[in-house]
């Protein structure tokens, strides 16, 4: 029997803006929904308008003081929030971060005390030294900005509603998630789900969140060491208590590329799928592991990483896809719109379809441009055998496919009476949207990641 494919998207969720500068786009969600459309792949899938997600929903995990908190602040009042500003590490640090940034690199020569980030050749970043990164953690790099509660319960309810699509359907689909919450909701009919992240940065707060129970496994493929964010991610981080195991990272070194990580991704997942026996896997695709982005530092081409969701895809597995991080938009929304294409059987050609946002892909306008970079792998063959071992130990002192007693099944998040919001399988549309982005928002080539092609850094 075919896949069912579920697709998710909101056309405003794009319209939101982090400010001036910062790396966070979610305009890149209207890029790939627009490929997506051009594509014609809408058309091998059951597209919804997800639902807002509620403070109620939101509360499931997160404190009532953090979401009310969120709901009330705004630019023209955060003054007189200053306490819960510091409190939940919201503000606009990060304005501070990436001017310093600049200084360590134009200022100090990048010296070995004072170098903060080594850039490659092709504009790619990669954290590399202690000074200032150490205190990442004290700083607020998520700013507030007009519609910030708004933000998180329109990519919040996409996750909800497309977790609970998947608890009576064969297949979801989700551009934008609130994981955490998601996978909450798929626990109620799924003993075991196992969740894998291949966004660059290491996947901290789901394995903090599941680090003590057997019910759900987390895989993390990440970089890790010299003072990257977070910072977490070891590979001797495997849980506790009853999720003892149940925990695995496998932390990677600068400028890994498609054959290196496929020859640790696909043995690893089989056996964690072996092992394990998962009824529903969640695959978080952040997309700046991909080479040439902003704020990454691996060498993965958008056919690698794409390798990976076909790769899970194989299993036959009930699936959840969400997006993640990704830093130089054009190439997000062409590597989610490739994996939208694997996941619902259907090849698409090299050249990209015309579209309101064509010129965004200038100069090559094509669907696997060369973004590969000079940074060097670091990764060795030794050093990935060694990674492969240790997680293979480790999954020989998990029990196979734990079991979960019998018990009632709570109500779907989305059973509540909701007068206020709109049909919750409200087809989306493509009309009225708005393109914010910056005077400067284009970019010169797929290397060209500072907008000042004159400029060599």
């Known amino acids: 029997m075919a896949k069912t494919v579920a697709y998710f998207y909101d056309p405003d969720v794009g319209n939101f803006h982090y400010g001036a500068g910062h790396p966070m786009k979610p305009h890149r969600l209207a890029l790939t929904h627009s490929l997506v459309l051009h594509y014609g792949l809408y058309k091998k899938m059951i597209v919804f308008k997800p639902y807002q997600a509620s403070q109620h929903d939101m509360c499931r995990f997160h404190s009532e003081d953090y979401i009310d908190f969120l709901q009330r602040v705004s630019p023209n009042n955060m003054q007189g929030f200053t306490k819960s500003l510091n409190a939940f590490n919201v503000g606009d640090d990060w304005q501070k971060v990436f001017v310093l940034l600049l200084q360590c690199l134009t200022g100090t020569g990048r010296s070995e005390p004072a170098a903060m980030w080594v850039p490659a050749e092709h504009g790619c970043?990669?954290?590399?030294?202690?000074?200032?990164?150490?205190?990442?953690?004290r700083?607020?790099?998520?700013?507030?900005?007009?519609?910030?509660?708004?933000?998180?319960?329109?990519?919040t309810g996409a996750s909800l509603q497309g977790a609970t699509q998947l608890n009576n359907k064969a297949s979801g689909f989700c551009y934008v998630n609130d994981i955490v919450i998601g996978i909450l909701e798929l626990l109620k009919y799924h003993p075991?789900?196992?969740?894998?992240?291949?966004?660059?940065?290491?996947?901290?707060?789901?394995?903090?969140?599941?680090?003590?129970?057997?019910?759900?496994m987390t895989v993390s493929f990440h970089k890790?060491?010299?003072?990257?964010?977070?910072?977490?991610g070891d590979m001797y981080e495997v849980g506790a208590e009853s999720g003892r195991y149940y925990c695995l990272n496998v932390p990677l070194r600068d400028?890994?590329?498609?054959?290196?990580?496929?020859?640790?991704?696909?043995?690893?997942?089989?056996?964690?799928?072996?092992?394990?026996?998962?009824?529903?896997?969640v695959l978080q695709c952040g997309a700046d592991s991909l080479g040439c982005d902003r704020l990454g530092c691996f060498n993965l081409s958008i056919r690698g990483h794409g390798e990976c969701v076909e790769y899970v895809k194989s299993f036959n597995i009930p699936l959840l896809v969400l997006g993640g991080g990704g830093y130089t938009v054009r190439n997000v929304a062409r590597c989610w719109t490739y994996e939208t294409s694997l996941l619902v059987d259907e090849a698409i050609s090299e050249e990209l379809p015309y579209s309101e946002y064509f010129e965004y892909f200038a100069p090559d306008f094509t669907l696997h441009p060369d973004v590969s970079t000079r940074i060097e792998n670091q990764n060795s063959r030794q050093y990935l055998?060694?990674?492969r071992q240790t997680i293979f130990e480790n999954l020989k002192m998990l029990n196979h496919a734990p079991s979960v007693q019998i018990h009632d099944v709570p109500s779907d998040l989305l059973s509540y009476d909701r007068t206020d919001e709109p049909d919750p399988e409200e087809r989306s549309s493509e009309d009225n949207y708005s393109r914010p982005e910056a005077s400067n928002e284009f970019y010169d080539g797929d290397h060209d990641n500072d907008k000042e092609s004159d400029v060599e850094i």
């Open 139 to 155: 700083w607020a790099l998520s700013p507030v900005f007009p519609g910030l509660f708004e933000f998180c319960s329109r990519y």
């Open 255 to 281: 400028g890994i590329d498609d054959q290196s990580y496929k020859h640790l991704f696909q043995p690893v997942i089989n056996q964690v799928v072996e092992f394990y026996q998962p009824t529903c896997i």
């Open 192 to 216: 075991r789900v196992l969740y894998i992240d291949i966004d660059i940065h290491h996947g901290d707060g789901v394995q903090e969140a599941f680090y003590l129970t057997d019910r759900v």
């Open 385 to 387: 055998d060694q990674i």
């Open 224 to 232: 890790y060491g010299n003072y990257f964010f977070p910072g977490t």
């Open 125 to 137: 970043w990669c954290c590399h030294r202690q000074a200032v990164v150490g205190t990442w953690s």
